[in-house]
């Protein structure tokens, strides 16, 4: 069994001109894979390095630009998504786990493989290095990269937010962290799948949630109210306490649990002050 020791670089939406729209099938398009293959044993075998070429985000967004510094130019002799991903499959191999740190990677791997109809690439063996490291450091907040670097005392020889540079410094910290306990494998396709029917479910849900005066606790009825990914928001007026109030229910997860939290507030409006 292999390692693979993956970060990704992913261009997004940016309004350069009046018109232009984000692709809601697509939030985040990759343009650059890099990864380290490592055996049983931790040792680097190989790895993979590879520029992309949007087609839905082709002019590079300013941040992430400026983070990643790539540009625009570099990334239009990028190869094609579908071609760079056949050769990372090939590359890969058969009883391979991925592993990268967090998970926003490997939901933008799967996603933009959705996005562009392919499905060879198994997601069923999965690690989440940066859980690996919260457990060994005893941590509740998710870290940085960077942080783990500084705090694992690693030695920084190549910038960060490059992808290939970023798995590397993960590789070492993965060396560091990892107990071989076969807990640590999850099949991340099966824990998302059921994840995205939880969240389905509670999307039901959140827009029935009461407006409640935070002064005088009473249930105030809405005036305006609108829905945005995993949060609702409603407005309504208490007359008994002459204040305007902001409602916001949003879906949250601890622990692998998923569950609504809502928050009442006074909103205060330049009309609303006058």
């Keep these: 069994m292999n390692y693979i020791v993956f970060d990704l670089e992913f261009n997004m939406f940016f309004k350069f001109k009046e018109g232009d729209l984000a692709n809601p099938e697509l939030k985040n398009e990759i343009i650059q894979i890099g990864a380290v293959k490592l055996n049983e044993e931790l040792e680097t075998i190989s790895n993979f390095d590879l520029i992309i070429k949007p087609v839905i985000y082709r002019r590079m967004n300013p941040y992430v630009k400026r983070k990643t510094n790539i540009n625009t130019s570099r990334v239009a002799q990028g190869t094609p998504f579908v071609k760079a991903i056949e050769s990372f499959h090939s590359w890969v ?117 009461a407006i409640r005066c935070p002064q005088c606790d009473r249930i105030i009825q809405k005036n305006g109210e609108f829905t945005k990914t995993k949060k609702y928001f409603a407005f309504g007026f208490c007359t008994e306490c002459n204040i305007q109030i902001r409602h916001i229910s949003r879906i949250t997860q601890k622990s692998g649990e998923y569950s609504i939290v809502s928050n009442n507030a006074i909103y205060v409006t330049s009309k609303v002050s006058e």
């Design 93 to 209: 191999g058969d009883d391979s786990v991925l592993c990268s740190w967090g998970l926003d990677d490997i939901l933008a791997l799967r996603d933009n493989c959705l996005f562009f109809g392919f499905d060879a690439l198994s997601f069923d063996k999965f690690i989440n290095i940066q859980q690996l490291y919260m457990k060994f450091g005893n941590l509740s907040k998710q870290p940085s990269l960077e942080s783990a670097v500084e705090v694992l005392e690693i030695e920084v020889s190549t910038p960060f937010h490059d992808a290939l540079s970023d798995a590397f410094y993960t590789v070492d910290i993965f060396r560091k962290v990892y107990d071989f306990s076969s807990d640590a494998i999850m099949n991340w396709e099966k824990a998302q799948k059921e994840n995205e029917i939880k969240i389905e479910a509670l999307k039901q849900l959140i827009d029935k949630a």
